[in-house]
């Protein structure tokens, strides 16, 4: 079972900053992508960024704004946001997808609880 602890999310004014972190914990896993996504008050989740071994996936609307990491070691993500407009105010989560060390090597994908992020103007 994969447990995710997000931290960082708060209240910043419009062209701000702010860091994002999603530490992954437990045993027995692997993990091949890790993002981060974010809901606004009556939109659909969307996918804000996505980081794999390989690379990495911005959406559009965060291209040159957003900038996404990984440290291996600590199994932590990070999503540095600058540039911060009111339009980035959101419930921003993090999520984890990988498949289990044991046979039958099962997929999962897990999700953080979700961090605030409120921008104004």
């Known amino acids: 079972q994969v447990q995710l602890v997000e931290s960082g999310g708060g209240l910043v004014q419009d062209g701000g900053s702010l860091r994002l972190s999603c530490a992954a914990s437990g045993s027995g896993f692997s993990i091949d992508a890790m993002g981060w996504y974010r809901q606004a008050p009556g939109k659909q989740r969307e996918l804000v960024a996505q980081?794999?071994?390989?690379?990495?996936n911005y959406a559009d609307f965060v291209k040159g704004r957003f900038t996404i990491s990984r440290d291996n070691a600590k199994n932590t993500m990070y999503l540095q946001m600058s540039s911060l407009k009111p339009d980035d105010t959101a419930v921003y989560y993090c999520?984890?997808?990988?498949?289990?060390?044991?046979?039958?090597?099962?997929?999962?994908?897990?999700w953080g609880q979700g961090t605030q992020v409120t921008v104004s103007s």
């Open positions: 980081i794999t071994s390989r690379n990495t």
């Open positions: 999520n984890v997808q990988g498949s289990v060390r044991t046979w039958p090597y099962a997929p999962f994908s897990s």
